[in-house]
Nanobody, 133 residues
Framework: QVQLVESGGGSVQSGGSLRLSCKASGLTYSGYCMGWFRQAPGKEREGVASIDSDGSTSYADSVKGRFTISQDYDKSTLYLQMNSLEAEDTAMYYC???????????????????????????WGQGTQVTVSS
């Protein structure tokens, strides 16, 4: 089993920055994929970024060049550095994990909608990010 606990959300003005953290327990050191997702009120949960246990990353087009996903193996922690935040980034942000496959083996990996929630099995409770214009 794995437990995921997000932190670091808050309120920021447009153009500002935040760093989200996701503390993971129960992860192995290889063969997994982790991702960040977000969900705004009235909208579906959408993928933001993913990272393999070997460090390979991918990003949704809407955040490329602004967000950076990273991980600290020793601390079992996933990060999402968010810069140049916009009002459209306002959402609940979730951390997710697939313990058994690298991201590149996900069904939706080659689609325009990756990361996709269907590829992930474990979820955190979320942390709210609010960007005011």
């Amino acid at each position: 089993q794995v437990q995921l606990v997000e932190s670091g959300g808050g309120s920021v003005q447009s153009g500002g920055s935040l760093r989200l953290s996701c503390k993971a327990s129960g992860l192995t050191y290889s063969g997994y994929c982790m991702g960040w997702f977000r969900q705004a009120p009235g909208k579906e949960r959408e993928g933001v970024a993913s990272i393999d246990s070997d460090g390979s990353t991918s990003y949704a087009d809407s955040v490329k060049g602004r967000f950076t996903i990273s991980q600290d193996y020793d601390k079992s922690t996933l990060y999402l550095q968010m810069n140049s935040l916009e009002a459209e980034d306002t959402a609940m942000y979730y951390c997710a994990a697939d313990l058994y496959r690298l991201c590149r083996f996900h069904a939706y990996y080659s689609s325009a909608h990756y990361p996709h929630r269907a590829d992930f099995d474990y979820w955190g409770q979320g942390t709210q990010v609010t960007v005011s214009s």
